[in-house]
């Protein structure tokens, strides 16, 4: 070893040697971290995408359930698509706008049917929204006082809301039995209200067990509804119209009543579009084929779509039935919209 030249040193070295193995080919970047994609990303473009990539599964699962079939329906109805076209819909023949001609055409059997149907479901929407939202306000009302035992109350109120479709309107046809229901043993063997058993699943009296049956499902919605706005109501408004002399029905159409209209327009919306396209109701209660006096247009339309095998006619119904609502749906809200913008 040569004398001359000095020995490193080592604290040198292993300094040398530490900050070399640290350091990268290039400048650290500001903050002593890499830059990721989303880094390049700017702020102001997160922020404005970030809501829509939230919303993106809704969005496609919304378009895969509901969009992708209400279009293959609308194509259907333009096809002569029966029974025989099932395995192979490229050869049902072309129908244009025939299956929508036969449909509206009132003088024919097909086109009295489903008029019939529309009407009977006019008449069935109008009292059972009307009714459900009569006793969801009266309920609501009702409950806004501080009682024993009303938290009970609004429990046992919404049990029929809670309830799956199924198992209350199962319940309510054995209910509804002729010989063996328990309503007709309460009228007719306690109370000798008629002379003898009535039929309430055919006939006429199939009508009102309808109506019964989904006022009974339908109310405690609204009233769970119309509970929660009478909740929003300042109570300084009742104690003003209290000292002015104002009675409980005084403050009740001067109070309560417009401060709920915001929530009564959306309820009334919401309870019609239920209501009119209601499928599991008569379904479960009646079957497939529903009596004369209750044939609602969606039972209807699923007749002429599953019974008579005819999917064309059913989906030009159907195609209907969806105009017709948006059709009520988008004059309901501009006369909405209207009176409020008048007041």
Avoid at 111 to 135: E, K, Q, Y
Avoid at 168 to 197: A, K, P, Y
Avoid at 253 to 260: C, S
Wanted: proline share 6%; hydrophobic share 50%.
């Amino acid at each position: 070893m040569n004398p001359a030249v000095p020995a490193p040193d080592p604290t040198v070295v292993s300094t040398t040697s530490r900050s070399g193995a640290g350091r990268s080919d290039g400048p650290p970047p500001p903050g002593g971290r890499r830059r990721g994609i989303t880094d390049r990303v700017p702020a102001r473009l997160r922020r404005v995408a970030l809501p829509y990539l939230l919303i993106l599964p809704a969005v496609l699962l919304e378009l895969l359930v509901h969009l992708v079939p209400m279009l293959i329906g609308i194509g259907m109805s333009f096809l002569k698509l029966t029974q025989f076209f099932l395995r192979n819909w490229s050869a049902a023949p072309f129908a244009g706008l025939d299956n929508y001609g036969v449909a509206v055409d009132f003088d024919g059997a097909v086109g009295r049917s489903l008029l019939h149907s529309f009407l009977v479901t006019v008449a069935f929407t109008a009292l059972t929204v009307g009714l459900s939202w009569l006793l969801g306000i009266c309920g609501a009302v009702l409950m806004q006082g501080s009682f024993r035992g009303r938290a009970v109350l609004r429990a046992l109120f919404l049990v029929p809301y809670a309830l799956p479709v199924y198992a209350g309107v199962i319940t309510w046809s054995f209910l509804l039995q002729r010989d063996s229901g328990l309503v007709n043993h309460v009228l007719v063997d306690q109370l000798h209200l008629f002379g003898e058993r009535p039929f309430w699943l055919i006939g006429s009296n199939s009508f009102m067990s309808i109506i019964v049956v989904c006022v009974w499902r339908s109310w405690p919605f609204a009233f769970l509804v119309l509970m929660a706005g009478l909740q929003n109501i300042p109570t300084d408004l009742y104690e003003a119209a209290a000292i002015d002399g104002a009675g409980w029905g005084r403050r009740l159409r001067a109070v309560t009543l417009p401060m709920l209209r915001p929530i009564n327009q959306v309820l009334v919306l919401v309870l019609f579009l239920w209501t009119f396209n209601d499928f599991n109701t008569p379904y479960v209660l009646f079957g497939k084929s529903a009596p004369h006096e209750a044939d609602l247009i969606s039972i209807h339309i699923y007749q002429s779509s599953f019974v008579t095998w005819n999917f064309g006619s059913g989906s030009a119904m159907s195609v209907l039935l969806l105009l017709f609502l948006l059709l009520v749906t988008a004059a309901y809200l501009v006369a909405t919209s209207r009176r409020r913008s008048d007041a």
